[in-house]
């Protein structure tokens, strides 16, 4: 009881001190110096309508890998976790008819839905992140469909290794044939506002969401448990 | 062309309404399936029309979200309706015909 | 006043996960607390970045480029910044049920180890 | 338009209170993904279109998901202990 109401003591001193913050906080009018350059030369430079994805890609395109990186290491020790500590759950409830069929149905469709989206990054919102989540949900709608089928990780893996080792050498590709790592003018921008276009934008994307979308699947899989390690069912 | 989008919008909330509506008066959890699924479906395909209306170009957009639409939302109902029967949510006193009960039996 | 509003609502969030961290006994319900922590964090991170009667920074031909738009920085960054946060959940997740095999309990007060 | 995101925002913290203060585990995980999912439309009225995007997919869609799955595995491990002691 004394802990809750210490808790609520120090909860209310943050919340002044952040509420006391609110109050002076002024909203600009205008962008800061750096916000503005991107938005303004980012169009003639590189090509890409959706600013937010030049500056994921290209212009913060460190923040992106190291991002890839965690994600990478999260579901690293995911996998090894779930790999130490064999689950031995009963078989569960197979999903009905309906179920496996509009599964089966959809899953494809779903995944063009996440290219699409991926593709698709430069011009509209969306992009690898987005892409990847929602290959990963397609892949979750198979297990959730089939919960006693065997799926392999290795798959995931193979994916995983060669998106991020091309995202990598399309970085230094960039430092060898344009101003910097990952930089994406190493092909031409193009017209602006076509899908092929904004020079390795679109590329370095795709790979992006390969990649994350390995990495949640495979998280995914781990946490659910029937996968490598786990009981081996036969249907 | 305004017009036309503007009373379809009208006729898709008023559709809307009568799913919230069943929603609040429908006795089991079976019954508020039934009227949340079919009376949303209907609704979002009226409202995805009337968008159409609005701005002609998103049309083949809107088809392939009216289409996605028609294929999940049945889908995603069955589940929630078996997951509910099988955890044995309670049937209202007035159901007169339990097939699935008979089949597991018989 | 719209950045005001969601500020608002950003604080507010990140007082409610902080309290659950603080006060919930339950490893998973310490994880939610993280979880809306995060989403609180975010919703104030994009509403520094919101400039009033603003676009989103998606330009769509290029004569539009003398129109304002919001901050692109911020919502890169909370782009990248929800990724992770799943990663970390994942993470915690996994740990809670590593903890509950060893244990046998999800109580933090069961887990004594550190405690003398 | 402000109306609406002051509705948004209360249903946000509404959801975030009663993922705190709910007894049960699996509604507090729920009202988290509900709370994510409004979070995704306080997003939009702030002009960030991609952030919600992410928001609606990761941080309401996958998270729910994987939290139901850790629970799933504590859940049938007492139940195997249970039928064990």
């Given at each position: 009881m004394i802990k809750k109401a210490l808790?609520?003591?120090?909860?209310?001193?943050?919340?002044?001190?952040?509420?006391?913050?609110?109050?002076?906080?002024?909203?600009?009018?205008?962008?800061?110096?750096?916000?503005?350059?991107?938005?303004?030369?980012?169009?003639?430079?590189?090509?890409?309508?959706?600013?937010?994805?030049?500056?994921?890609?290209?212009?913060?395109?460190?923040?992106?890998?190291?991002?890839?990186?965690?994600?990478?290491?999260?579901?690293?020790?995911?996998?090894?976790?779930?790999?130490?500590?064999k689950n031995e759950s009963a078989p569960r409830r197979d999903g009905s008819e309906l179920l496996k069929t509009g599964a089966s149905l959809l899953?494809?469709?779903?995944?063009l839905f996440g290219a699409y989206v991926f593709i698709n990054g430069h011009l509209s919102p969306g992009g690898g992140f987005q892409g990847g989540a929602i290959i990963a949900s397609a892949l979750m709608?198979?297990?959730?469909?089939?919960?006693?089928r065997h799926v392999g990780h290795g798959f995931f893996w193979a994916i995983e290794s060669i998106s991020g080792f091309v995202f990598v050498l399309l970085g230094i590709a960039g430092l060898v044939l344009a101003g910097g790592f990952l930089d994406s003018r190493v092909l031409p921008p193009g017209t602006f506002g076509h899908v092929a276009s904004?020079?390795?934008?679109?590329?370095?994307?795709?790979f992006v969401g390969l990649k994350v979308g390995a990495e949640l699947s495979s998280v995914v899989l781990s946490l659910h448990g029937k996968s490598e390690g786990g009981v081996q069912h036969h249907d | 062309m305004e017009m036309t989008g503007a009373i379809l919008l009208l006729l898709a909330s008023i559709v809307f309404l009568v799913s919230a509506l069943g929603l609040v008066r429908m006795p089991d959890v079976y019954n508020r399936i039934q009227t949340s699924t079919k009376a949303?479906?209907?609704?979002?395909?009226?409202?995805?029309a009337a968008v159409a209306f609005l701005h002609p170009d998103w049309t083949p957009k809107l088809a392939l979200v009216v289409l996605f639409i028609l294929l999940t939302n049945?889908?995603?109902?069955?589940?929630?309706?078996?997951?509910?029967?099988f955890k044995r949510v309670k049937l209202s006193d007035r159901t007169v015909e339990d097939q699935l009960k008979d089949k597991l039996e018989g | 006043m719209t950045s005001t509003i969601a500020m608002t609502t950003g604080i507010l969030l990140v007082l409610i996960g902080l309290f659950a961290i603080l006060t919930q006994k339950d490893l998973i319900r310490i994880i939610v607390g993280f979880s809306i922590f995060d989403i609180g964090v975010h919703v104030i991170m994009i509403s520094i970045g919101y400039i009033s009667d603003a676009t989103a920074p998606i330009i769509e031909n290029l004569s539009q480029l003398g129109q304002s738009y919001v901050d692109p920085v911020p919502q890169a960054l909370v782009l990248t910044a929800i990724v992770i946060g799943l990663g970390i959940s994942a993470f915690m997740l996994t740990f809670a049920v590593f903890m509950f095999k060893k244990r046998g309990s999800l109580d933090i007060n069961s887990f004594r180890d550190l405690k003398w | 338009m402000e109306i609406f995101l002051i509705i948004f925002a209360v249903l946000t913290v509404a959801s975030a209170l009663i993922a705190v203060a709910t007894t049960k585990k699996a509604v507090s995980i729920l009202a988290a993904g509900v709370m994510g999912l409004f979070a995704s439309i306080v997003f939009i009225f702030l002009a960030a279109p991609d952030v919600a995007m992410t928001e609606a997919a990761i941080g309401s869609g996958l998270t729910t998901f994987i939290f139901f799955f850790a629970l799933n595995r504590v859940k049938s491990d007492r139940a195997q202990g249970g039928a064990d002691d």
């Open positions: 808790a609520v003591l120090l909860l209310a001193q943050l919340c002044t001190i952040l509420f006391s913050f609110l109050s002076v906080y002024q909203e600009p009018t205008s962008l800061n110096a750096v916000s503005s350059h991107y938005i303004h030369n980012e169009p003639k430079e590189l090509g890409a309508a959706n600013a937010v994805t030049a500056v994921v890609v290209t212009y913060r395109g460190l923040d992106t890998l190291g991002e890839v990186t965690i994600l990478f290491a999260a579901s690293v020790v995911v996998g090894l976790l779930m790999f130490l500590h899953f494809p469709l779903i995944l709608l198979t297990i959730l469909a089939n919960p006693n904004a020079g390795l934008i679109p590329v370095i994307y795709i | 949303t479906t209907l609704g979002t395909i009226l409202a995805m049945p889908i995603s109902s069955h589940v929630v309706a078996r997951a509910a029967y | - | -």
